[in-house]
């Protein structure tokens, strides 16, 4: 088992809809939780990152944790074409500083 | 501009003909890393450096070598590559929990 599962998608969506984004995890340890966006043919780049339970906002995107569920969403408010990439969570304990990757979910925004 | 770049974009070579793929940092940081992304499969770290001089393995490390003789630079080498490396390399700088990838090797090896 991956100690970090990520539905691959592609995830499909018109535009203007609100987009849900998950991961679950299976190591406990891990305290400090990223998402990336990742388009075709370029490097993932940081669109968020958060170290405690609950949400954080930043502009469209909000990012929540539960570490109880061991479970982590990405929700994208208003979604738009340019939105159309794979998205990476990523993970890490606070012992290691090497990030665990999900495999990325791939979201296609319809105009 | 903060970047991380990496050379060659794009490398098709044969079972053993010893590679090394470039990778430069202009923020300063001390930590760099090299993953591969294969589908299915996500990012996976092959190695990583935590300053000149230091590396450790990361998950995948098998069949790389990497060096860090100065600070911004952190080259891959493969020795013998073989078709099972064939994948999309990334190359990473970090600094606390911001991590910064070039723009990918795509390597094909037959």
């Known amino acids: 088992q991956k100690e970090v599962e990520q539905d691959p998608g592609p995830l499909s969506v018109p535009e203007g809809a609100i987009v849900s984004l998950n991961c679950t995890y299976s190591?406990?340890?891990?305290?400090?939780f990223m998402w990336y966006r990742q388009y075709s043919r370029k490097g993932p780049e940081l669109l968020m990152y958060?170290?405690?339970?609950g949400n954080k906002e930043d502009g469209r995107f909000t990012a929540q944790v539960d570490k109880s569920s061991k479970y982590i969403s990405l929700f994208i408010r208003d979604s738009q074409p340019s939105d159309s990439a794979t998205y990476l969570c990523?993970?890490?304990?606070?012992?290691?500083?090497?990030?665990?990757f999900g495999s990325g979910t791939r979201l296609q925004v319809q105009p | 501009e903060a970047q991380v770049t990496q050379n060659p974009r794009y490398l098709i070579t044969v079972t053993g003909k010893k590679l090394t793929v470039t990778c430069s940092q202009n923020?300063?940081?001390?930590?760099m890393s090299w993953y591969r992304q294969d589908p299915g499969l996500g990012l996976r770290q092959i190695y990583y450096?935590?300053?000149?001089?230091?590396?450790d393995k990361g998950d995948v490390p098998e069949g790389y070598k990497v060096s860090r003789k100065e600070k911004r630079n952190f080259p891959l080498i493969l020795e013998s590559p073989s078709p099972n490396q064939t994948s999309l390399y990334f190359c990473?700088?970090?600094?606390?929990?911001?991590?910064?990838f070039g723009p990918g090797t795509r390597l094909t090896v037959t």
């Open positions: 923020m300063n940081h001390e930590y």
């Open positions: 990473a700088s970090r600094e606390r929990d911001e991590q910064y």
């Open positions: 958060t170290y405690s339970s």
């Open positions: 450096s935590m300053n000149v001089e230091v590396t």
């Open positions: 190591n406990s340890a891990f305290q400090y």
């Open positions: 990523a993970m890490r304990d606070t012992g290691r500083r090497a990030l665990t």
